[in-house]
């Protein structure tokens, strides 16, 4: 079963606009990933936020993280058709091993 | 390039057969982890090794099976298959067993396994 769900599932912008992801989750986590994956291409990792941190950025991406609401969102600034991909949040709950990828939500940036 | 290999990248074959997808890990990654992507599941997690050692289990059917090998690649096997199995399945990498370490996981390119 998936421990996050993103949203929304699909999100069309023109460059240059800002696009923001959310991610919900159900059980309490250790940390919160965001992958990146482009169309038939493996995740590629973009950042992690620790459950003790608020928000985190890296270059055009900033994440915050709400663990009383159990959600993160990633945004991404001045976006490029480059950055036309699908978005994960993935987590690892604090009771098991092992990390949970939500179903992404499919952002394309319009040129 | 992660650094992550899989072999193949494409394998087509029919309903009962076995096939053994194959992944080799970052150099330096002791933990494997193997995922499968199709349209109606999205990625599920499969299972996990970390140093030759069962470290999680996910969502993996009793018709798959998994190992890691002394040099630390990891086939992946799906046996008796069905239509169903048709998807994309990716190993990923990371240093550590994860389990409350923070570990980043770098993907493969992936197998696109079609089951006719």
């Known amino acids: 079963s998936q421990q996050g769900e993103e949203d929304p599932q699909a999100l069309s912008i023109q460059e240059g606009e800002n696009a923001t992801m959310n991610c919900s989750y159900k059980?309490?986590?250790?940390?919160l990933q965001w992958y990146r994956q482009n169309s038939g291409r493996g995740l590629v990792h973009l950042i992690l936020?620790?459950?003790?941190?608020r928000e985190k950025h890296s270059g055009r991406l900033r994440v915050t993280l709400d663990t009383s609401k159990k959600s993160s969102s990633l945004l991404i600034t001045a976006s490029r058709a480059a950055d036309t991909a699908s978005y994960f949040c993935?987590?690892?709950?604090?009771?098991?091993?092992?990390?949970?990828f939500g179903a992404g939500t499919r952002l394309t940036v319009k040129p | 390039d992660s650094g992550v290999t899989q072999t193949p990248k494409h394998l087509i074959t029919a309903t009962g057969q076995r096939v053994t997808l194959r992944c080799s890990p970052r150099?330096?990654?002791?933990?494997v982890y193997w995922y499968q992507q199709s349209l109606d599941q999205g990625l599920q997690f499969l299972i996990q090794?970390?140093?030759?050692?069962?470290?999680a289990k996910g969502n993996i059917l009793e018709r798959f099976s998994a190992q890691q090998f002394p040099d630390l690649h990891s086939e992946l096997n799906l046996s008796s298959l069905e239509l169903g199995d048709s998807a994309l399945y990716f190993c990923?990498?990371?240093?550590?067993?994860?389990?409350?370490?923070?570990?980043?996981?770098?993907f493969g390119p992936g197998t696109r396994l079609t089951v006719l």
């Open positions: 090794y970390y140093n030759g050692e069962e470290r």
């Open positions: 936020i620790r459950s003790n941190e």
């Open positions: 150099s330096g990654d002791l933990s």
């Open positions: 059980t309490s986590i250790n940390n």
């Open positions: 993935a987590t690892d709950a604090s009771n098991n091993n092992d990390m949970r």
């Open positions: 990923a990498s990371s240093v550590g067993g994860g389990a409350r370490v923070a570990d980043t996981q770098y």
